[in-house]
């Protein structure tokens, strides 16, 4: 079982709709998440973390986390053809140290 | 500040050389952490140091790679007898360690390695 999974996709949605993806992990003790995108070529940035169930709101993001069904979620709202990136969610397992794990990324494409 | 510095940007080299990357974190980061990256994955988590330690390295990594972080500034990752099957992106992030970390990784343009 890898530690941190996503699917692959692609993604594919109109601009304005809402873009819905999805990560889960095994660690069952992580406290830290992350949504980073990455554009082609380039290298990954953070959009959002969270640390408590619930919902997070930035903007158009929002980071869902449920600790008990290990599941972490990002919505994007009224997307647009610039958020078409790889999304790779991402976890501080609870070992000790904080290393953090990586997905393999969700691609995302906006349809103009 | 001009973020996390990494070179070479690119390195072609022939299987079975050594090469040498080098990262300069951001200067008041103390963890600095290297991950390489593969067309359609997502970064795979190499080794990570706080200042001069190296406090984990995966067990997936071969002998043949080798991070040193001597003064807990800069790191070089270094590839011995390289294989073909090291080609991939090699990035370098850092992230501090203060009061409000958030534990985000701000991460390099990357040093892409070819090995033929």
């Known amino acids: 079982q890898k530690e941190v999974e996503q699917n692959s996709g692609p993604l594919s949605v109109p601009e304005g709709a809402i873009a819905s993806l999805n990560c889960t992990y095994s660690?069952?003790?992580?406290?830290?998440f992350f949504w980073y995108r990455q554009y082609s070529g380039k290298s990954p940035e953070l959009i959002m973390f969270?640390?408590?169930?619930g919902d997070k709101e930035d903007g158009r993001f929002t980071a869902q986390l449920n600790k008990a069904s290990q599941y972490v979620s990002l919505l994007i709202r009224d997307s647009q053809p610039s958020d078409s990136a790889t999304y790779l969610c991402?976890?501080?397992?609870?070992?000790?140290?904080?290393?953090?794990?990586f997905g393999a990324g969700t691609r995302l494409f906006v349809k103009a | 500040d001009t973020g996390v510095s990494q070179n070479p940007r690119h390195k072609i080299t022939k299987r079975g050389q050594n090469v040498t990357f080098r990262c300069d974190p951001i200067?008041?980061?103390?963890?600095l952490y290297w991950y390489r990256q593969t067309l359609g994955q997502g970064p795979e988590f190499l080794t990570y140091?706080?200042?001069?330690?190296?406090?984990?390295k995966s067990r997936l990594l071969s002998d043949r790679f080798s991070a040193e972080r001597p003064k807990g500034s800069f790191s070089t990752l270094e590839i011995q007898r390289t294989e073909q099957g090291d080609s991939a992106m090699y990035l370098c992030?850092?992230?501090?360690?203060?009061?409000?970390?958030?534990?985000?990784?701000?991460f390099g343009e990357g040093s892409r390695l070819t090995v033929l």
């Open positions: 992030a850092s992230s501090s360690t203060g009061y409000a970390n958030t534990g985000e990784l701000f």
């Open positions: 660690d069952r003790g992580s406290q830290s």
């Open positions: 969270i640390y408590s169930n």
């Open positions: 991402a976890v501080v397992p609870n070992t000790g140290g904080f290393k953090t794990i």
């Open positions: 200067s008041e980061h103390n963890r």
């Open positions: 140091f706080q200042n001069e330690a190296q406090l984990e």
